[in-house]
């Protein structure tokens, strides 16, 4: 099946994804090519991101070598939407569903601003199955755009629409579920959260302040940080590099890494797999968002990859872009 990608109108030609490939266990893979060198694989199973090359071919995200490619099960690792909720709440799974069905290509998305740079994108869609409509009353048309863009940055953009035609309103929370690859956690730093309150899940979600300087890493972590700054930098000193996040209405911003004991305890990730990943994600989860039908939330994260691993608080990827 070829599936259709689009293009910046400033690149005359549509590139088209490879063929539909099949991953792990058979299951549909699309592969995203950049206009350069830089890469995504998107699983249809939970619309997931499990790969991110930039220009100079460097994988950025973690997929657990123990990631279980068979469906419902979220694949662990990459990049997921949790929606329609972010954490547990009652009869839904853990992190809502999204991630745990099969998503659909969009042929005929809505229109988007096009990008200014040369980019490559796809488009997925996901609407509620009959057995979702009984845990969750709602119907919705879950959109996502993942782009590439000449400088090898990925661009996650969400769309969610509320088509309930029984005119209730409905309200979600919702994460980018990101596990990033980083050579060592306890080499990592984290800048863009100082001073910010979060809510500690180590500790009965209890509210605390951030200290001044940046987040270094030496046990488990699990924190909501609240209303923050939309640029977030993960500082990896031994692979002289740096991810950049950049969030659109997504005030709230998740961290965790699992660390030794809480990772044996996860069936599908490896026992020291915790050294080497850390999920950093834009979430809008303190305040649910509530949406009339008809009506469109969008938030959006972007990705930059900086080959460069300076302690600065000014970080501008344009300037120090790879
Ligand atoms: O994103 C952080 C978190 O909510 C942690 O509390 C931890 O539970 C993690 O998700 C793992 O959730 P999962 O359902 O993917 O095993």
């Not at 969009?106 to 229109?111: A, E, G, L, Q, R």
């Given at each position: 099946m070829r599936a259709f990608v689009g293009s910046s109108p400033t690149v005359a030609l549509c590139t088209s994804l490879q063929e539909n490939e099949k991953g792990t266990n058979g299951l549909d893979k699309l592969v995203l090519r950049g206009p350069l060198s830089s890469s995504a694989e998107i699983y249809l199973h939970g619309g997931h991101i499990t790969s991110w090359k930039n220009n100079y071919r460097e994988e950025l995200l973690f997929v657990s070598?123990?990631?279980?490619?068979?469906?419902?099960k979220a694949i662990r690792g990459g990049i997921s939407i949790c929606f329609p909720r972010f954490g547990t709440h009652g009869f839904l799974e853990q992190h809502g569903f999204a991630a745990n069905r099969t998503w659909s290509i969009?042929?005929?998305?809505?229109?988007l601003p096009s990008d200014s740079s040369s980019t490559t994108f796809v488009d997925l869609i996901l609407k509620p199955s009959e057995g979702d409509l009984k845990f969750w009353p709602h119907s919705f048309e879950l959109r996502l755009r993942i782009t590439l863009t000449l400088k090898g940055d990925l661009k996650v953009i969400s769309r969610i629409r509320?088509?309930?035609?029984?005119?209730k309103l409905f309200s979600f929370t919702l994460a980018y579920y990101s596990y990033f690859l980083v050579s060592d956690i306890s080499e990592v730093r984290v800048e863009g959260l100082e001073t910010m309150d979060y809510l500690d899940n180590l500790k009965g979600n209890e509210r605390f302040t951030e200290q001044g300087d940046a987040l270094t890493f030496e046990s488990e972590v699990d924190r909501i940080y609240l209303s923050t700054q939309n640029r977030i930098a993960i500082i990896d000193h031994q692979k002289r590099r740096t991810i950049v996040l950049h969030k659109e209405g997504l005030p709230d911003a998740v961290v965790w890494n699992p660390w030794d004991k809480k990772a044996k305890a996860?069936?599908?990730?490896?026992?020291?797999e915790y050294k080497r990943m850390i999920c950093i994600e834009g979430a809008a989860v303190e305040k649910p968002i509530t949406l009339k039908p008809g009506e469109e939330w969008k938030g959006s994260q972007e990705f930059f990859s900086v080959r460069s691993s300076y302690n600065?608080?000014?970080?501008d990827p344009q300037k120090v872009h790879s």
């Open positions: 070598n123990k990631a279980i490619f068979k469906p419902p969009d042929t005929d998305p809505p229109s509320n088509t309930n035609a029984n005119g996860i069936t599908d990730f490896g026992r020291d600065s608080g000014e970080l």
